[in-house]
């Protein structure tokens, strides 16, 4: 800030066209006033028009002085020097003058500016009763606009002030807000496309799982049986035997392009390892990953299935949950697998969260969806204050 703007909230910001109009007005406010009470003196042959002169450029050189100095605006203790300074000038203007009690208005904007807000108050309850004084010193009768006007332009002053840095600062939370929600835009549409491409990632890859290559392998099957069945000599056999290794390489041609579509988290690594990762880099509540029974191979749509589920399960208690800690488990056991994700938070009604009324649980109709699209279950235990444990279970009799 290069110079005092009366109505500004003390907050060091570049000046807006308001801002920069308002500081102008308040420069020609205080220096036409000093003009005036100059020219009246001059005009009316006041006894000590000198004086009044005299004071008047002293006024105005102090006030210039503090407006160019950039200390004034970046330090309250030399803001409240230089008040000091405008002050006594203005005393003996007031002294010579009665014309000087209009500088009262303009003062009362540079000390609530440049002071804080009760310091500010009792400056202009100050410079109220200075003005008030400095009135009946030069008049032989009082008034009560003597003492209605300066009280009134210093409540003005003090309204006007309150009331702008409020609008101020309710600009900036709507500017700041604003700006949050166009982030968030660009944030959510960057998801949603990196969501939408890891998506048709996973269902051209159950899709070629679950249709060509069963259909390569069953091809094998059934020319082995064939072979097994026709007698050494038939010249069938080095037809069939072509066949099926043909079905072998494209099998495995099949199963390179299904682990090519597989999310990057399980490309290097098992279910397990891509859990314990995602655990590790959960911001926030403590996340512990544990492993039950024994290891096996899954099918990858259910390996991408479960990974997915604990995204989402993870992402909630992050963002929901006010949770502390957070634990997810594995567990193998000989007919199906069970993925549990369990946190401390305050829990929430599973039966609002399912309608999409409550406030979060949004994912939950998504990991559902997983669960049950694989022949799985999924359940949500929660309540009000008692945390939420989320669990999946897929059958591996489904396993091919």
């Known amino acids: ?47 000590r028009a000198g004086w009044v002169i005299a004071a008047c450029a002293v006024l ?40 000087g009690l209009w500088i009262a208005f303009p003062l009362y904007f540079l000390e609530l500016h440049l002071l804080r807000l009760r310091w500010g108050v009792a400056a202009v ?33 003090v309204a006007t002030v309150l009331g702008y840095q409020a609008l101020y600062r309710e600009s900036e939370r709507r500017r700041e807000l604003i700006e949050e929600l166009i982030t968030t835009r660009a ?9 939408g491409i890891l998506a048709e990632r996973e269902r051209l890859a159950r899709e070629i799982h679950d ?27 080095e037809h069939i035997a072509r066949a099926r290794e043909a079905a072998q390489e494209n099998l495995a041609e099949a199963r390179r392009f299904v682990r090519a579509l ?44 479960l990974l997915r589920i604990a995204q989402s399960a993870l992402a909630n208690v992050v963002r929901h949950a006010r949770a502390g800690r957070a634990e997810i488990t594995l567990t193998f056991m000989d007919a199906s697998v069970t993925l549990d994700v369990v946190d401390d938070g305050h829990g929430f009604d599973p039966s609002s969260a399912a309608s999409g009324s409550g406030d979060g649980g949004f994912g939950l109709p998504a990991m559902r969806s997983r669960a049950e699209t694989l022949g799985g279950l999924f359940t949500v235990e929660s309540g009000p204050g008692q945390g939420t444990a989320v669990a999946v279970t897929l059958p591996l009799a489904l396993e091919a």
């Open 1 to 47: 800030m290069t110079a005092p703007a009366a109505l500004l909230p003390p907050v060091s910001r570049a000046l807006t066209p308001v801002s920069k109009v308002l500081r102008l007005c308040l420069h020609a406010l205080l220096l036409g006033l000093l003009a005036l009470a100059a020219g009246r003196a001059v005009a009316d042959s006041a006894p």
């Open 60 to 99: 105005a050189a102090v006030y210039t002085a503090g407006v160019r100095a950039p200390a004034v605006h970046s330090s309250p203790r030399a803001g409240a020097v230089w008040l000091a300074g405008l002050g006594a000038a203005w005393a003996a203007l007031l002294a010579v003058s009665p014309d």
């Open 125 to 157: 309850a100050v410079t109220a009763c200075a003005a008030i004084g400095g009135f009946l010193a030069h008049s032989s009768t009082a008034t009560p606009g003597a003492f209605l006007g300066p009280l009134l332009g210093g409540a003005v002053a």
């Open 187 to 195: 944030e959510l549409a960057a998801a949603e496309r990196g969501a």
């Open 211 to 237: 249709t060509l290559a069963q259909g390569l392998s069953s091809i094998q099957l059934l020319l082995r049986a064939a072979e097994r069945a026709l007698p050494q000599e038939a010249p069938a056999l």
């Open 262 to 305: 597989t999310p990057p988290d399980l490309e290097h690594g098992s279910l397990a390892a891509a859990l314990e990762r995602l655990c590790a880099g959960v911001p926030g509540p403590r996340v512990r990953f544990s492993l039950s029974g024994s290891p096996r191979v899954l099918p990858t749509p259910y390996e991408v299935a």
